[in-house]
């Protein structure tokens, strides 16, 4: 599913954004994996905040557009000085949700938008584990009720599919990558 961001905000919603993901999941399950493999590329490989919200991507980036318009910020100079020498902001949006906005890395997508860290809505996880649960779901690999095979499936995937070193054990329900799974088999 591609998605338009407007002009002048930069966004990833593959690396950011729950619903676009399971959306692009349905479309990678038909694909061959090593192209997969490609778009996951842009999810990188530090911490990501993950929105899990009700905002599609289309609102949260015209609820941005709107907050600078309604600051009669409309160039690059302008956004600039609302930095004020700051590195970064946050902005709310209609959902509660806390976005951070920093500078884009070129004049024409100078807004750079992300959630920010520990917001209303989204969680904080490893780029490496979010790979390993779209992995996961494109292979249609379902949770088990068994911890050890859940494992097992989980390591399997990470090994010969991502190059991933394999997860020692998952301590439910404080695993990041079965709370994630989960989300992806279970949540509209």
């Known amino acids: 599913m591609s998605v338009e961001i407007p002009?002048?905000?930069?966004?990833?919603?593959?690396?950011h954004h729950f619903r676009f993901l399971k959306n692009?999941?349905?479309r990678w399950?038909?694909?061959?994996?090593?192209?997969?493999?490609?778009?996951?590329?842009?999810?990188?490989?530090?911490l990501i905040d993950f929105y899990l919200g009700q905002l599609n991507v289309t609102q949260i980036c015209n609820e941005c557009s709107s907050y600078f318009q309604?600051?009669?910020?409309?160039?690059?100079?302008?956004?600039?000085?609302?930095?004020?020498?700051?590195e970064w902001k946050k902005i709310k949006l209609s959902d509660q949700s806390e976005w951070l906005i920093r500078q884009g890395n070129s004049t024409e997508r100078y807004i750079h938008i992300?959630?920010?860290k520990f917001s209303k809505h989204s969680i904080r996880i490893r780029a490496a584990s979010l790979k390993t649960v779209i992995a996961l779901r494109v292979n249609s690999v379902p949770i088990k009720n068994k911890a050890n095979e859940n494992l097992g499936n989980i390591n399997e995937i990470r090994k010969v599919l991502l190059g991933l070193s394999p997860v020692k054990l998952l301590q439910e329900p404080d695993s990041k990558?079965?709370?994630?799974?989960?989300?992806?088999?279970?949540?509209?």
């Open 29 to 46: 399950k038909i694909m061959a994996w090593e192209d997969v493999k490609q778009e996951l590329v842009l999810i990188g490989s530090n």
């Open 70 to 86: 309604a600051k009669n910020i409309s160039n690059e100079k302008q956004f600039y000085g609302w930095l004020d020498g700051r």
């Open 177 to 188: 990558i079965m709370r994630l799974w989960r989300l992806f088999e279970t949540k509209r």
């Open 7 to 15: 002009f002048p905000i930069t966004f990833n919603p593959q690396k």
């Open 114 to 116: 992300h959630p920010a």
């Open 24 to 26: 692009e999941i349905e």
